[in-house]
């Protein structure tokens, strides 16, 4: 019944983290908008904070229908201390379920993200060898 408040947390930490790495990315861009210029029309990349993004937003989605399926089986109640599983004194298992469940599912996401970003980095050294390979030709 608690499982959902790992994946949370870590959703609030990379929303955090996104946040203020956007910030920084925005200085940075205000500093050097004319290089950016020049060497944006050959980039090919996607950002590192919408990336970022992606994980959150799976973990903030994940975390939303794992809310609605604990509050629809009333595991999660709209008073204190809105776990029925701390209400009725069994805060060691509600403790263990985070532990396993939450965690586990908070990595598994974490490495389906991982995959995608692997993947999406592969297509674009692709797309960028490709586009020097032209570049070269002509």
């Given at each position: ?8 947390t870590?959703?609030?930490?990379t ?5 203020v790495?956007?910030s ?6 205000t500093?050097?908008t004319e290089?950016t210029?020049d060497?944006a029309?050959?980039?090919?990349t ?5 990336k970022?993004?992606?994980?959150s937003?799976?973990?903030w ?10 509050i629809w089986?009333?595991e ?8 029925t ?8 298992g509600?403790?263990q ?6 965690v586990?599912m ?14 999406t980095?592969?297509?674009e ?7 020097i390979?032209?570049?070269q030709?002509?």
């Amino acid at each position: 019944m608690a499982c959902l408040l790992v994946p949370a947390t870590e959703a609030v930490v990379t929303t955090i983290v996104r946040k203020v790495m956007v910030s920084k990315e925005q200085q940075t861009d205000t500093q050097s908008t004319e290089a950016t210029l020049d060497h944006a029309e050959h980039s090919v990349t996607i950002p590192f904070t919408r990336k970022l993004k992606w994980l959150s937003n799976m973990l903030w989605g994940g975390s939303a229908l794992l809310a609605f399926e604990h509050i629809w089986h009333g595991e999660i109640t709209p008073f204190f201390p809105f776990l029925t599983g701390v209400a009725e004194g069994n805060a060691a298992g509600v403790l263990q379920e985070m532990a396993t469940t939450g965690v586990s599912m908070a990595v598994l996401v974490t490495l389906v993200w991982t995959g995608m970003v692997a993947i999406t980095n592969a297509m674009e050294k692709k797309e960028q060898s490709a586009a020097i390979a032209a570049k070269q030709d002509v």
